[in-house]
């Protein structure tokens, strides 16, 4: 172990001064717009003003190029970014976990290094166990899709986020599939297919990941467009297709 890693080690309050600092709290009302801010705060003007408040010493602050994807998981969740830890890892895991109880930014999923060679690894674990995709898509599409994302948030020994989410945009992968398999079954007039997709997105249950992190205004929105589909309201998918930054998650924005 490095002398710099053992510092930290012994310092039983490091994290829990640095770790709320890597999340952004976004406010619900904005709820699943708050996919934009990933393209936001590529501006250098928005994120200096985001990071502003989390340390007076000198950051480095960087962030890598932020796909609009993975702020789906960000929506009244928290959206990581680089904080400055002392030392570097091999791996992903850090061996440091949230606590919920200190940060409503943090759930109790253990923070990862994003330059961790074992990184794909561990969002392959993260892969919802009996995620239900459409046809045509599959857990191998998923994977690569979030991998993907993940690696765009950062790429120096700074950028950490937090496992659960990783799961959270697994989720938002899924729904992301179900509301473009909805629009294609509408335009080619395929009822059944297309209530297959509106049960789906209606089944809370689908996404547990979304629900247990929601801040406020997320899963009810997601509620309103599944009632939209339900109903044939094209638009109001469209909607949440595009709220949800569907193309980014699905890789069609490359």
Same mark, same amino acid.
């Given at each position: 172990?490095?002398?710099?890693?053992?510092?930290?080690?012994?310092? /039983?309050?490091?994290?829990?001064?640095?770790?709320?600092?890597?999340? %952004?709290?976004?406010?619900?009302?904005?709820?699943?717009?708050?996919?934009?801010?990933? %393209?936001?705060?590529?501006?250098?003007?928005?994120?200096?003003?985001?990071?502003? +408040?989390? *340390?007076?010493?000198?950051?480095?602050?960087?962030?890598?190029?932020?796909?609009?994807?993975? $702020?789906? +998981?960000?929506?009244?969740?928290?959206?990581?970014?680089?904080?400055?830890?002392?030392?570097?890892?091999? @791996?992903?895991?850090?061996?440091?976990? !949230?606590?919920? *109880?200190? @940060?409503?930014?943090?759930?109790?999923?253990?923070?990862?290094?994003?330059?961790?060679?074992?990184?794909?690894?561990?969002?392959?674990?993260?892969? /919802?166990?009996?995620?239900?995709?459409?046809?045509?898509? !599959?857990?191998?599409?998923?994977?690569?899709?979030?991998?993907?994302?993940?690696? =765009? &948030?950062?790429?120096?020994?700074? *950028?950490?986020?937090?496992?659960?989410?990783?799961?959270?945009?697994?989720?938002?992968?899924?729904?992301?599939?179900?509301?473009?398999?909805?629009?294609?079954?509408? +335009?080619?007039?395929?009822?059944?297919?297309?209530?297959?997709?509106?049960?789906?997105? &209606?089944?809370? *249950?689908?996404? /547990?990941?979304?629900?247990?992190?929601?801040?406020?205004?997320?899963?009810?929105?997601?509620?309103?467009?599944?009632?939209?589909?339900?109903?044939?309201? =094209?638009?109001? $998918?469209?909607?949440?297709? !595009?709220?949800?930054?569907?193309?980014?998650?699905?890789?069609?924005?490359?």
């Amino acid at each position: 172990m490095r002398a710099e890693e053992s510092q930290v080690d012994d310092d /039983p309050g490091f994290w829990a001064r640095v770790q709320p600092l890597g999340a %952004v709290r976004l406010d619900a009302a904005v709820t699943i717009a708050a996919v934009a801010l990933a %393209v936001q705060l590529e501006d250098e003007t928005i994120r200096a003003e985001a990071l502003r +408040a989390s *340390s007076q010493r000198t950051r480095r602050r960087r962030i890598g190029a932020l796909v609009a994807g993975v $702020v789906a +998981a960000v929506l009244a969740i928290g959206v990581a970014v680089p904080v400055t830890a002392v030392g570097a890892w091999l @791996s992903a895991r850090t061996g440091q976990y !949230g606590d919920p *109880s200190q @940060s409503t930014e943090e759930d109790g999923t253990e923070w990862l290094n994003l330059t961790g060679e074992d990184l794909p690894a561990i969002i392959d674990s993260a892969y /919802p166990e009996g995620l239900q995709l459409p046809a045509g898509w !599959g857990r191998v599409d998923a994977i690569e899709r979030v991998d993907a994302t993940v690696a =765009r &948030l950062g790429n120096d020994e700074d *950028s950490f986020i937090q496992e659960g989410l990783v799961t959270t945009t697994f989720e938002f992968w899924a729904v992301c599939s179900w509301y473009d398999e909805w629009l294609v079954a509408d +335009a080619a007039d395929e009822s059944v297919r297309r209530g297959v997709a509106s049960d789906w997105l &209606l089944d809370e *249950s689908h996404y /547990p990941s979304i629900v247990a992190h929601d801040g406020g205004g997320v899963v009810d929105r997601l509620q309103e467009v599944a009632r939209g589909a339900a109903a044939g309201d =094209r638009t109001l $998918v469209e909607a949440g297709y !595009g709220e949800s930054a569907c193309d980014g998650l699905l890789g069609r924005d490359e």
